[in-house]
């Protein structure tokens, strides 16, 4: 997450060689009440949108499928832990997710110390026997994106944007330490998360680093440690002079081009195609409010091409937090 009042917007067209393709259209999905700070997404195979929120500690499920869904609470982990909101969430095995929950001090977007908890919150079961606790992770302020191992299905690899490292998990004993870590993951002096999104691909782990302003891969080995120098992919600069990257969605699916999404503050969901880094930049005022997450939905063509992009909120002179939700870009 990001905060960030919404300044005028200057759009940067030195990294555009082509007119850039008409905006898709934005459909709202839900809107939260006031003060529900909306972090972060996950799609199920079954295409419900489970949503995280740092404001309040519970899992959401909504259904985009339907008109004026409802936002069903699937779990709510304030007890026994006295967690206020929740983190990342990944799917680690079919239709079984985890999630980082904590209690946090939401203006410093950092836990307090000794509170961030790994979850794992599994469909296949009861809703009584859903849920369980992996570990609790005292030696770390933020969990921010987070990813399975892209080949060794024991281990979370957790993005830690204040300490500048990718943190690994072991998700049937809760070992857990730092895989590796960088000057090229860490925060700035004027802004304070670092690495942020996180999603694995083959051999690499995708992130962006909002505070450094880019988009990047490094290949991983078996145990998550870094094999290989982190390669930039694409600078926010020069998708807008106020771009702010955060989390990403990866959209390998056809053959070996790809593309990767980017939840961009203050109002933007910005399509990076690879290898070449050009940047499709989708600006929208009314529709793309703090954007934080982002995620393709699942199910029929339609869904597949379906982005499904999550609003932070804005913020009020007061400091009410309003129109957080979910929106869908239709590509
Ligand atoms: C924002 O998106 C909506 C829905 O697609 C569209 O009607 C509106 O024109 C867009 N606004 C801008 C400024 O592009
Ligand atoms: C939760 O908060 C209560 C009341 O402040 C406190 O007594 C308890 O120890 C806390 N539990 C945990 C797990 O921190
Ligand atoms: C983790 O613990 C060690 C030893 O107490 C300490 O030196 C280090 O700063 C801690 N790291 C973080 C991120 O808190």
């Known amino acids: 997450m990001k905060l960030l009042l919404a300044t005028l917007a200057l759009w940067a067209s030195s990294a555009l060689t082509q007119t850039p393709p ?17 972090e972060n997404i996950a799609v199920r195979s079954n295409s419900r949108l489970l949503l995280t929120s740092m404001s309040v500690p519970h899992l959401y499920s909504i259904n985009p499928l339907i008109p004026n869904p409802a936002a069903d609470i699937i779990h709510s982990f304030a007890n026994p832990n006295n967690a206020t909101g929740i983190s990342g969430i990944a799917e680690i095995a079919p239709d079984v997710f985890a999630v980082i929950v904590a209690d946090w001090d939401l203006f410093a977007t950092r836990a307090i110390p000794g509170t961030l908890a790994v979850w794992t919150v599994n469909f296949n079961k009861a809703p009584s026997q859903r849920v369980k606790f992996i570990t609790q992770v005292a030696n770390t302020t933020i969990f921010n994106g987070i990813a399975r191992h892209p080949t060794n299905p024991t281990l979370l690899l957790a993005a830690d944007s204040a300490l500048g490292a990718v943190w690994k998990v072991n998700l049937l004993t809760g070992a857990h330490s730092v895989a590796f870590s960088s000057p090229l993951l860490t ?65 390998f699916g056809h053959g070996g ?69 979910v929106v869908a870009l239709d590509l």
């Open 22 to 38: 008409p905006n898709p259209p934005i459909r709202n999905i839900y809107t939260f009440p006031p003060n529900h700070f909306i």
């Open 187 to 251: 925060p700035t002096a004027t802004a304070h998360l670092g690495i942020n999104g996180l999603k694995a691909q083959g051999q690499y782990l995708y992130f962006t680093n909002s505070a450094q302003g880019y988009l990047g891969r490094v290949k991983i080995g078996w145990n998550g440690e870094q094999v290989g120098a982190i390669e930039v992919l694409s600078s926010a600069s020069d998708a807008g002079a106020d771009v702010v990257y955060d989390d990403i969605a990866l959209d």
């Open 257 to 325: 081009s790809g593309k990767v999404w980017i939840a961009s503050h203050p109002d933007y969901a910005v399509g990076i195609t690879l290898p070449e880094g050009s940047q499709w930049v989708v600006k929208n005022v009314t529709k793309l409010l703090n954007p934080t997450a982002c995620a393709f939905g699942r199910g029929s063509a339609k869904e597949r091409t379906t982005l499904y992009v999550t609003n932070g909120g804005e913020f009020l002179p007061d400091f009410t937090l309003v129109n957080e939700g």
